[in-house]
């Protein structure tokens, strides 16, 4: 069975850091496409990043060069690293499995999610 | 950027009613487009993909169609499980998800 398991969340001050981590279990993170999607409070779904199995990566332009995704073959963990943090950072931030089918992603596995408070 | 409209917001509905959600996209996205289910408080489920896939597991009441730039989810029959906020969201560039429509209670 796919299980998602999303830790690291909490109240942060804003410009600080925080460091997501997604366990992964019934499937290898290393040879899936793996995704970051986040959810502010009482508002819609928003793409955050992405990671190839080959290792590319891509990022919504409100997180680019403050967000880093990665990988940890070894613990079968996909990880968000956030930087810089801001208040409209303030989400439940999910890691989710992103299915290639002909066409890169659909979503099909998400983990319970993780609430990012950023407040001073 | 590709933007995603859906209409309505929100839908009041009976059980057994058929329902229909509509997503717009601000520029041709083939069929790359996913439809999901998100309860209160829960994860999204993926219901839909390649604007007309069943994903495994979801019942046949569900289905979706369209292409280019207007798609539809639609619910044959309303279940009492079906009560959520549903989600579009295309992978022709990058991903983006519409607004959401809530589907509630008459």
């Known amino acids: 069975e796919v299980q998602l398991v999303e830790t690291g969340g909490g109240l942060i001050q804003p410009g600080g850091s925080l460091r997501l981590s997604c366990a992964a279990s019934?499937?290898?993170?290393?040879?899936?496409?793996m995704t970051w999607v986040r959810q502010a409070p009482g508002k819609g779904l928003e793409w955050v990043s992405i990671?190839?199995?080959?290792?590319?990566?891509y990022y919504a332009d409100s997180v680019k060069g403050r967000f880093t995704i990665s990988r940890d073959s070894s613990k079968n963990t996909l990880s968000l690293q956030m930087n810089a943090l801001r208040a409209e950072d303030t989400a439940v931030y999910y890691c989710a499995r992103a299915s290639y089918n002909v066409g890169c992603c659909s979503f099909d596995s998400w983990g319970q999610g993780t609430l990012v408070t950023v407040s001073s | 950027d590709i933007q995603m409209t859906q209409s309505p917001s929100t839908l009041s509905a009976s059980v057994g009613d058929r329902v229909t959600i509509t997503c717009r996209a601000s520029?041709?996205?083939?069929?790359?487009l996913a439809w999901y289910q998100q309860k209160p408080g829960k994860a999204p489920k993926l219901l839909i993909y390649?604007?007309?896939t069943l994903e495994s597991g979801v019942p046949s009441r569900f289905s979706g169609s369209g292409s280019g730039t207007e798609f539809t989810l639609t619910i044959t029959s309303l279940h009492p499980d079906d009560f959520a906020t549903y989600y579009c969201q295309q992978y022709s560039s990058y991903w983006t998800f519409g607004q959401g429509t809530k589907v509630e209670i008459k």
């Open positions: 390649k604007a007309s």
């Open positions: 520029q041709s996205i083939s069929s790359w």
């Open positions: 019934g499937f290898t993170v290393s040879s899936n496409y």
């Open positions: 990671i190839y199995s080959a290792g590319t990566t």
